[in-house]
Nanobody
Framework: QVQLVESGGGLVQAGGSLRLSCAAS????????MDWYRQAPGKRRDLVAS???????NYADSVKGRFTISRNNAKNTVYLQMNSLQPEDTAIYYC?????????????WGQGTQVTVSS
């Protein structure tokens, strides 16, 4: 079993910044992709950014140039630096990882952290 602990959400004014963190612990041999998703009220959960174990990144068009995903493999932690935040970025942000343990792959989700951007 793997536990994901997210932190860093909160309330910020438009144009401000926040940094989210997600630390994985537990039965882990390796972690493959680490992702951030978000879900606004009444909407589906969408991918915001992803990063592979070798550092390749991918972003949703809506956040390109404003958000940066990074990871520390030694700490099994993924980060999301969010700059120039806008009200439409308001959502619950979820961390997702795919990890391996004894030659099996497993998907895990964090508990979610609220990000609220006021205009």
């Amino acid at each position: 079993q793997v536990q994901l602990v997210e932190s860093g959400g909160g309330l910020v004014q438009a144009g401000g910044s926040l940094r989210l963190s997600c630390a994985a612990s537990g039965s882990i041999d390796s972690i493959k992709p680490m992702d951030w998703y978000r879900q606004a009220p009444g909407k589906r959960r969408d991918l915001v950014a992803s990063i592979t174990s070798d550092g390749s990144t991918n972003y949703a068009d809506s956040v390109k140039g404003r958000f940066t995903i990074s990871r520390n493999n030694a700490k099994n932690t993924v980060y999301l630096q969010m700059n120039s935040l806008q009200p439409e970025d308001t959502a619950i942000y979820y961390c997702h990882v795919r990890s391996t343990w004894r030659m099996h792959e497993y998907d895990y989700w964090g508990q979610g952290t609220q990000v609220t951007v006021s205009s």
